[in-house]
């Protein structure tokens, strides 16, 4: 155990130095940009917004019930059934029929129902039928009603992490929370309201013309200027576009009018669509609708070909840029309301750094003198040892750019108390060899052998926990076990590689001694 090649010192010297210099790089500035890492800090120790989302999902409830209802007609019409007076009514589909209830079923809950999708794994169909009377009913069931929020969900998790991830904000956590909550914490936000207002945006754009007819095929609707409440149009319910079609959004500068604009590009099949709809409709104002509201509705003057245009308005660039990115990242499958919200002032986060500082600060030096009184020249090799061990997990979460949080600090703690516990079993343990052993470095090589099983046993089981914290927790418990699991690698690295090292140039030096430890 006290033998190192030549090698293997090479190795732990050069490893050693390069986390330690990866490590300093977060007091000390470099000019290089390969070494200009450092590790981020939380919401809790660099301040930040705070935000709790919740999904509101009655509206696409409704929205897939509507969409069942047109569904509904032409399946009725395939299969020659009598029905009468199908409605949309609040939260469920109504209608009236004096056909056989079996037959009813047999349409609306057939297991290979398509417009009534069965859940084998839960042994019942996405909508309900219930019947009273001649009137029968359609709603949503339990499990359906589950699965539909917790697709919606993971869908808005989806579109708010790229509208985050738009902003540039470092280390952003987005976590699930229950069946409709999603928790937002950025770090480092100088802009909440920003992030509010872009979080609050369904964005759901969609291109539709202004009507000058009291009634159209398709119907119509009256409509608000977003910058203008009071003005408004009546607008062709019929969508010749959707932000679906949408591949790319951008500000820019319109050269010839010096406006602020959004420049779009379509995909294929929204370029073929929009094309044919200006081309058939020269001189009509082309409404351009963000959350049922007008944002402009220009007249058209040529056909638009290419799948290219520009969104026109009273934009500032930092509104057009807010817009690109809302367009860009897509809408949400649902409104999201902000139901808490904390902003951790950055005064707030530095106190919590110079809180969890001075504990590590406080028990460094306090096991410091500890291990120095007790094993005199070996406590010194022992806190080299804890010295280059903090210098190792602080490289390690240098080069990854972890985040570093007040929990993380904690865990940096523990992992100082368990290096030291290390070094204690292993110089105990050579303190017994050596009443039985005359040959000293036997003694020494003995006391690492036999410690070995026990500090591992001791390590590797807070290892596997903190790897199931990791796995199974989130926000702070994540950053604590993270700390946690990487500190245990490095002192078992410190423990046998860096104090093994010094210890065995020492004893081998000074091996006709009587006492060394």
């Known amino acids: 155990m006290l033998y190192f090649s030549k090698l293997r010192i090479f190795s732990v010297i050069i490893f050693s130095l390069f986390l330690s ?28 917004s705070y935000l709790l989302l919740e999904v509101d999902n009655n509206p696409i409830l409704n929205q897939k019930l ?5 569904e509904l007609k032409k399946v009725f019409k395939e299969k020659n059934f009598n029905y009468k007076n199908l409605y949309f009514d609040s939260n469920k589909i109504v209608f009236n029929s004096d056909e056989n209830f079996e037959f009813i079923k047999e349409i609306l809950q057939n297991k290979q129902s398509e417009i009534n999708p069965y859940y084998q794994q839960f042994k019942t169909h996405q909508l309900d039928l219930m019947q009273d009377g001649n009137m029968y009913s359609l709603q949503f069931s339990d499990y359906g009603i589950v699965l539909i929020k917790n697709a919606s969900l993971d869908q808005a998790i989806e579109i708010v992490r790229r509208r985050v991830d738009e902003l540039g904000t470092n280390e952003p956590n987005i976590t699930k929370r229950g069946n409709d909550r999603i928790l937002v914490e950025l770090p ?8 509010k207002s872009l979080l609050g945006k369904t964005a759901n754009l969609s291109f539709q013309f202004v009507s000058q007819k009291a009634e159209e095929t398709f119907g119509t609707e009256k409509l608000n200027y ?13 969508i010749i576009i959707s932000g679906e079609n949408l591949i790319d959004a951008k500000p820019s500068m319109n050269n010839q009018t010096n406006e602020t604009v959004v420049v779009f590009n379509l995909d294929r099949v929204g370029a073929k669509k929009f094309g044919k709809a200006t081309s058939n409709n020269v001189g009509r104002q082309l409404a351009i609708i963000l959350d049922k509201k007008i944002i402009s509705a220009p007249t058209i003057s040529e056909a638009i070909v290419g799948g290219s245009g520009q969104i026109t308005g009273n934009f500032t660039f930092q509104s057009a840029t807010d817009l690109s990115l809302l367009l860009r990242s897509g809408a949400l499958p649902a409104p999201l309301n902000i139901i808490e919200e904390r902003t951790v002032g950055p005064d707030l986060g530095k106190d919590s750094i110079k809180a969890g500082v001075l504990s590590l600060i406080v028990g460094f030096i306090l096991v410091v003198l500890f291990m120095f009184y007790k094993y005199r020249l070996f406590g010194l090799i022992a806190n080299l040892a804890l010295i280059t061990n903090l210098l190792l997990l602080i490289g390690i979460l240098t080069i990854f750019q972890a985040t570093l949080t007040l929990p993380g600090i904690a865990g940096i703690i523990l992992t100082v108390g368990m290096a030291v516990d290390a070094n204690v079993l ?18 020494f090589d003995a006391g690492y052998t036999k ?10 089981t807070t290892l596997i926990a ?3 914290l990791f796995f199974m927790g989130s926000g702070p418990i994540k950053g604590f076990s993270i700390t946690l699991g990487i500190g245990i690698l490095t002192t078992l690295f410190s423990v046998y590689f860096i104090a093994r090292l010094f210890t065995a140039y020492y004893v081998v030096k000074n091996k006709e001694r009587e006492i060394l430890i």
């Open 21 to 48: 210099y990866f490590a300093l790089s977060n007091f000390f500035k470099s000019g290089d940009i390969f070494f200009k890492r450092s590790i981020n800090l939380g919401l809790d120790l660099q301040g930040g």
């Open 66 to 70: 509507q969409s069942k209802l047109l």
């Open 188 to 195: 480092g936000l100088k802009d909440p309201e920003r992030i």
């Open 226 to 238: 977003d910058d203008n409440p009071e003005r408004e149009e009546n607008v062709s319910k019929r």
């Open 426 to 443: 292993i110089f105990e343990r050579i303190k017994e060899e050596m009443v039985n052993e005359k040959n000293t470095i036997l003694a």
């Open 451 to 460: 410690s070995k099983t026990t500090i591992l046993d001791a390590n590797v």
């Open 466 to 468: 903190a790897v199931i």
